[in-house]
């Protein structure tokens, strides 16, 4: 059975940036995954602020999404109150907008896992009380 991949920041930008110290396992990650991988424009916007230094970076990610390499499923304005509630919930992690649409989309897409770089997704839960699988590296 083909795995669903949520994809979180850290992995887009290590992958695009062969000098991120996540490249190697992000690379090898990557490579085991069926594309497409799931995620929000939260996380899209953050990966192209994060590589906005980086010749061709914002490019990469948009070309990932072209490229059908990338899927965006997730409506914003569709999750507002769960979203809402997530952020108010995990005020004191403090949790991210992108965050909390991955931890959403987790919900939606129960078999996913989430490819993070993040070690709070292994405190933040879906559907109030479940574990969320995550892939993350062994030592952060």
């Known amino acids: 059975m083909k795995r669903r991949v949520i994809l979180?920041?850290?992995?887009?930008?290590?992958?695009?940036?062969?000098?991120?110290?996540?490249?190697?396992?992000?690379?090898?990650?990557?490579?085991?995954?069926?594309?497409?991988l799931l995620t929000c424009e939260a996380t899209l916007s953050e990966a192209c602020f994060l590589l906005g230094s980086l010749d061709g970076g914002k490019i990469a990610v948009l070309e990932l999404v072209q490229r059908r390499i990338l899927h965006i499923p997730f409506s914003l304005v569709e999750h507002t109150n769960q979203i809402s509630w997530l952020l108010k919930k995990y005020s004191n992690v403090p949790m991210s907008l992108a965050d909390a649409c991955l931890v959403r989309m987790a919900e939606l897409y129960s078999e996913s896992t989430i490819l993070t770089l993040d070690a709070d997704f292994s405190i933040y839960r879906k559907n109030k009380r479940q574990v969320i699988p995550i892939l993350l590296p062994p030592v952060l």
């Open 8 to 36: 979180d920041t850290g992995p887009l930008v290590a992958i695009i940036n062969g000098r991120d110290k996540y490249h190697k396992w992000a690379t090898l990650q990557w490579s085991q995954i069926d594309p497409p």
